[in-house]
């Protein structure tokens, strides 16, 4: 039997693809598998993973951690590139001037916490711990005149710059939580009336981001739920009280970042 010719292969062939609907233009459109787009996580040491430990050693004073909820996020979404310049003790001021230029037109997610320490946020805890509670009523009412006063064009200046640069990306804000839970377990250290102000100005800031991020056209991710329960003075804490090192003081843990940022924050990036 004679076998059959290339060209009469080639037109069988053809026919059942054709019949099947893949010859042409349909081969070419199948898509292949699509990686998630860049991500850029920008901001303070929330975002940075201060208190969360496993610290890149790259990374410096600004003590970017692998147990952060951008670096979990990345490990579990493989996003086609990531740059993480969050870093402790970042304001407003530092965002413009030091973490956007990794930002580009082919950036497709950000993720940004800012503002706790524009508001005076280590310092006042600073006065609340040393000082007592008048002197801590006193600090917390100054870092709310700045919350409610010059923040937010501070927040403005930032979110709009970060559109700028990032004209395509999905830009999801993040806030902080309660510090304390009011009454709680904790035998020593602040009064409650201390911790029921600085919580009060967790909220007032916290309403002024959710605020500037919506009039960005930003996602705004609210934690305070998320650690409900886990605060300062609950029986399961996901935040440091004073510690050593003192900087990760008032910081979440790894398991703060793990479950108090990282669902919000996957919820919203899509």
């Keep these: 039997m004679r076998s059959p010719s290339a060209r009469s292969l080639r037109t069988a062939t053809l026919t059942l693809l054709t019949t099947l609907g893949l010859a042409g233009a349909g081969l070419a ?9 860049g991500y850029v996580a920008l901001g303070d040491s929330y975002s940075s993973g201060v208190g969360a430990g496993s610290y890149i050693s790259s990374s410096g004073d600004c003590e970017r951690s692998t147990k952060s909820y951008p670096y979990l996020w990345q490990a579990a979404h493989s996003p086609s590139s990531f740059s993480f310049v969050a870093c402790s003790g970042a304001t407003t001021a530092d965002v413009l001037s030091s973490q ?87 035998l020593f250290g602040i009064s409650d009336t201390s911790r029921n102000a600085i919580n009060g100005a967790a909220d007032e800031l916290d309403s002024v981001i959710a605020k500037r991020a919506a009039n960005a056209g930003f996602t705004f991710v609210d934690v305070r739920g998320a650690f409900t329960g886990h605060e300062i003075c609950s029986s399961d804490s996901w935040l440091h009280s004073t510690t050593l090192p003192i900087d990760e003081s008032y910081h979440p843990t790894a398991a703060g970042q793990s479950g108090g940022y990282l669902p919000g924050f996957t919820s919203a990036a899509g």
């Design 100 to 186: 956007l230029s990794t930002l580009s037109s082919s950036t497709g997610l950000v993720s940004i916490s800012i503002g706790g320490n524009d508001a005076g946020f280590s310092s006042t805890m600073e006065t609340c711990v040393l000082d007592g509670t008048s002197s801590c009523l006193s600090a917390v009412s100054t870092a709310e005149t700045y919350i409610n006063g010059p923040l937010a064009a501070k927040l403005d200046a930032t979110y709009a710059a970060i559109s700028a640069h990032a004209p395509n990306a999905h830009v999801v804000v993040l806030d902080y939580p309660h510090l304390y839970q009011v009454p709680g377990t904790c």
């Design 29 to 37: 459109a199948a898509p292949a598998h699509a990686s998630e787009p």
